[in-house]
């Protein structure tokens, strides 16, 4: 049976150099630099589109987050005829399972409340918006969601 295989003798001489010595294999200076100078420019191109959406993603979950607990709001005066004294009776009473965080603040005490419109009506949560004084890309205030 034939070997496809170079003799070893001829393996050894391939890491020779000119004078005799053994090569050392590695990556040069230059070629580093070469290679970061690369992922640099792809990361330049790639970090203002992520945080793009990273940017959008925040919006949609403050939108769902702000229907969310404006259709618990609702739905608790449907049933009580009255509005929650607070977002916190929303979870106690079962309409909401945990007050979410606001995904612009990070945090579930920044939630704004209005107060209803009619002096005459109880409870003092007639809708919520978010706490955060930045600007959504559409150049609303997350504010006035």
């Known amino acids: 049976m034939m070997s496809l295989r170079a ?85 106690e009473r079962q309409y909401l399972k945990a007050i979410p965080p606001d995904p612009v603040t990070e945090r579930v005490d920044t939630w704004v409340i209005t107060l209803p419109p009619n002096i005459d009506e109880s409870g003092s949560v007639f809708d919520v918006h978010s706490g955060s004084t930045l600007v959504s890309e559409d150049g609303t205030p997350y504010a006035l969601w």
């Open 7 to 91: 003799p070893r003798a001829l393996a050894l001489t391939s890491n020779l150099t000119a004078n005799g010595k053994h090569m050392k294999r590695g990556f040069t200076l230059i070629e580093m630099l070469v290679v970061l100078a690369i992922l640099a420019t792809l990361l330049t191109l790639v970090t203002p589109k992520f945080m793009h959406v990273l940017q959008r993603s925040k919006e949609t979950t403050l939108r769902h987050d702000l229907l969310t607990m404006r259709d618990a709001i609702d739905k608790f005066y449907s049933d009580k005829n009255r509005y929650p004294e607070t977002l916190d009776e929303l979870v």
